[in-house]
């Protein structure tokens, strides 16, 4: 079993609509909780970063964290197309988020 | 924001030969990088820890021989590739931490290696 599972999609949706992406993990230890976007052939842009359970709003953002069910989401309103990427969530156990254990990472297109 | 370079961007080497791609923290100062490698439509997989003035810690796996890592700086760490072959070919990527402000990680924009 991986540490950290995430489905790979694809997803699409249309413009406009709450998008919800989802990890799940296994190390309860994990205490530091990161979203990424990453466009085709770039590197990972933090999004979200989120220290143990909660939430966090960002704009059109919301990342949640639930450490009794292992699960963290990101929400994402008024979908547009150039949101349209790769979403990472990414999770570390050691003080100063080192060392970071990603999922597989969801390709997401919004529609126009 | 923060900004973490790398150079280059893409690269062609041939095989056997090796190659230097360097990750540089641009407005801040980074004791710890990270090198991670990421093939087509899957995840990051850390290569290794880079830790300013001292030697890498490299993952299980990692031939450290053939992807030495030097961090010379606060603000630059190198991977080299040595003998490279197609099968090293994949994308490359660095990280740094910025301590300051909540300990948070930002990404280069990686460098696509490709060795024929």
Known sequence: QK???QDPGPLSVPEGAIVSLNCTYSNSAFQYFMWYRQYSRKGPELLMY?????NK??????????KSSKYISLFIRDSQ?????TYLCAMSALQGAQKLVFGQGTRLTINP | GAVVSQHPSRVICKSGTSVKIECRSLDFQATTMFWYRQFPKQ??????????GSKATYEQGVEKDKFLINHASLTLSTLTVTSAHPEDSSFYICS?????SGNTIYFGEGSWLTVV
């Open chain 1, 3 to 5: 540490e950290v599972e």
């Open chain 1, 57 to 66: 709003e960002d704009g059109r953002f919301t990342a949640q964290v639930d």
């Open chain 1, 81 to 85: 197309p150039s949101d349209s990427a």
């Open chain 1, 50 to 54: 989120t220290y143990s359970s909660g």
């Open chain 2, 96 to 100: 740094a931490r910025r301590t300051v």
């Open chain 2, 43 to 52: 995840s990051l997989m850390l290569m290794a820890t880079s830790n300013e």
